[in-house]
């Protein structure tokens, strides 16, 4: 079974920064992809950003040049720079891991509140 916890989420003003850290542990021989959805009030739950085990990155157009994602496979952690904030990053953020050999997990989402 696997544990992940997240912290750093919050308010901020926009054009402010924040940064998302997601910590697993447990039985974890080791992990696949690792990264970060969204979802808004209202709104589908969407990708974020993802990073594979091998450091391959993707993100959605909307963060594309605003936001980083990076990983440590020792300390299994994978952490989101999220700069230049603005209204519509508004939401609850929540950490997945895709570990080998288990399913998918998800952390329990942190509030991310950007004010104008």
């Known amino acids: 079974q696997v544990q992940l916890v997240e912290s750093g989420g919050g308010l901020v003003q926009a054009g402010g920064s924040l940064r998302l850290s997601c910590a697993a542990s447990g039985s974890i021989f080791r992990i696949n992809s690792m990264g970060w959805y969204r979802q808004a009030p209202g709104k589908q739950r969407e990708l974020v950003a993802g990073?594979?085990?091998?450091?391959?990155?993707n993100y959605a157009d909307s963060v594309k040049g605003r936001f980083t994602i990076s990983r440590d496979n020792v300390k299994n952690t994978v952490l989101l720079q999220m700069n230049s904030l603005n209204s519509e990053d508004t939401a609850v953020y929540y950490c997945y891991v895709d570990p080998v050999g288990l399913p998918v997990d998800w952390g329990q989402g942190t509030q991310v509140t950007v004010s104008s």
């Open positions: 990073i594979s085990s091998g450091g391959k990155t």
